[in-house]
């Protein structure tokens, strides 16, 4: 279960960040700046997407593809 906390987290940094659907979760229970990173171009595209879908108002976040 996902839920506020006292002690706010302002910012999240989401190393390999897949669909990015964890990412997700939590935005849409906090207000918070989303970072996150993936290796997988077809993942990243994938998350790229799921974001646009389910926060398109939102622009605290940002993802990246990163290659090896």
Known sequence: KIYREKNKVSNLLDI?????????????KN???????????DSYDQ???NFSNF?????????VVSTH
């Open 31 to 41: 207000s918070i700046s989303i970072d996150a990173v993936e290796i997988d171009r």
């Open 47 to 49: 998350a790229q997407q």
């Open 55 to 63: 926060l398109p108002c939102a622009s605290n976040y940002s993802i």
């Open 16 to 28: 390999g960040t897949g669909t990015g659907l964890l990412s997700l979760q939590v935005a849409q």
